[in-house]
């Protein structure tokens, strides 16, 4: 049960998250959105994932609602393919792993709690997470709890900025600057820290 509710938990603080960059330059490479350690996302790779991110929505009953909730989406997008690249780092480095069962638990339980695999497709949309993409939020996420239980909310936030930081992240100047201490410009926020109080999705936790 302990279990059940840390994974529904993780999941909530996944879709409260709304990151957003600065809009300072940068020294990307040319063609790339952004590049992180050696790898590079292309501006190619994050337009595919915003289309179908859009071709999702377009698709909804919500059309017109999600799309007017995700003007940043572009964004919002890469912080996030970024921050999974950083997280998923910080779990190579500390031998922590998911496996596709684990994975598979995780969205069954999520499902279950939530009114069904399409609602919480619907759930994710709305924060601009396609349905081929919530499997790997799931995975950083579940990578992030697995260093919590390991060291600890605040030695985890440690760990996450100095693996943004070796990481060297840097952004095309026309999606913002990466700030590795925050991973995000969102004022008074610190987006590697569990917030205090329950976010808006707070609704996605299941009963104790």
Same mark, same amino acid.
């Given at each position: ?5 840390? &994974? ?7 879709? #409260? ?10 020294? &990307? ?6 590049? %992180? ?8 790779q994050l337009q595919r994932q915003v289309a179908d991110v859009r ?11 999600? %799309? ?6 572009? +964004? ?6 970024? +921050?999974?690249?950083? %997280? ?9 792993? !998911? ?30 997470? #396609?349905?081929? +993409?919530?499997?790997? #939020? ?22 996450? !900025? ?26 008074? !926020? ?19």
């Amino acid at each position: 049960m302990n279990r059940r509710r840390t &994974a529904l938990a993780v999941t909530a603080a996944l879709l #409260a998250a709304a990151p957003v960059l600065t809009a300072c330059g940068s020294t &990307a490479h040319p063609g790339a959105a952004a590049v %992180v350690g050696d790898e590079r996302i292309s501006v190619a790779q994050l337009q595919r994932q915003v289309a179908d991110v859009r071709d999702a929505q377009q698709s909804s009953p919500q059309a017109e609602q999600l %799309v007017a909730g995700s003007a940043r989406l572009s +964004q919002d997008t890469l912080v996030r393919l970024i +921050q999974y690249r950083i %997280v998923e780092q910080a779990g190579r480095d500390n031998g922590i792993t !998911v496996s596709r069962r684990e994975l598979q638990d995780q969205r069954a339980a999520v499902e279950r709690a939530n009114g069904g695999a399409e609602a919480v497709r619907g759930r994710f949309l709305a924060l601009g997470i #396609a349905p081929d +993409q919530i499997d790997r #939020a799931l995975a950083m996420q579940l990578t992030r709890a697995k260093l919590d239980a390991r060291f600890g909310a605040v030695r985890t936030n440690e760990i996450l !900025v100095r693996t943004s930081e070796s990481l060297h992240v840097d952004v095309n100047p026309r999606y913002g600057v990466w700030d590795p201490r925050r991973g995000t410009a969102q004022a008074a !926020v610190e987006p590697w820290l569990r917030p205090s109080a329950p976010g808006p999705a707070a609704a996605l936790d299941g009963p104790a």
